[in-house]
């Protein structure tokens, strides 16, 4: 999987051939437009190997779960 930028209005996950393509959200105060906050997080599992990946956002909800090592 690879992470990459953001986009204050968008995050994302998807695969592209044997690869995981991921896009970060609007976390901060700064900038522009008034966005909905929130982090993508990653949770890495060594045994057995797995690796997820979702939306919390600041008033604690989640969304956008994926399993990234299927």
């Known amino acids: ?3 990459v930028g953001h986009n204050h209005g968008l995050d994302w996950c ?4 044997n690869l995981w393509l991921c ?3 609007h ?3 700064g900038g522009y437009g ?3 906050r ?3 997080i990653l949770e890495i599992m060594e045994q057995p190997f797995s690796l997820k990946s979702w ?3 600041e008033d ?3 969304h956008s779960e994926v399993i990234l090592s299927s």
Do not use: D, H, K
Request: charge should be positive; include cysteine; charged fraction near 10%.
């Open 14 to 17: 998807c695969p592209y051939q």
């Open 1 to 3: 999987a690879v992470f």
């Open 55 to 57: 939306i919390r956002m």
């Open 27 to 29: 976390t901060g105060y």
């Open 38 to 40: 929130g982090a993508r």
């Open 60 to 62: 604690g909800s989640v």
């Open 23 to 25: 896009f970060a959200r």
């Open 34 to 36: 008034n966005w909905p």
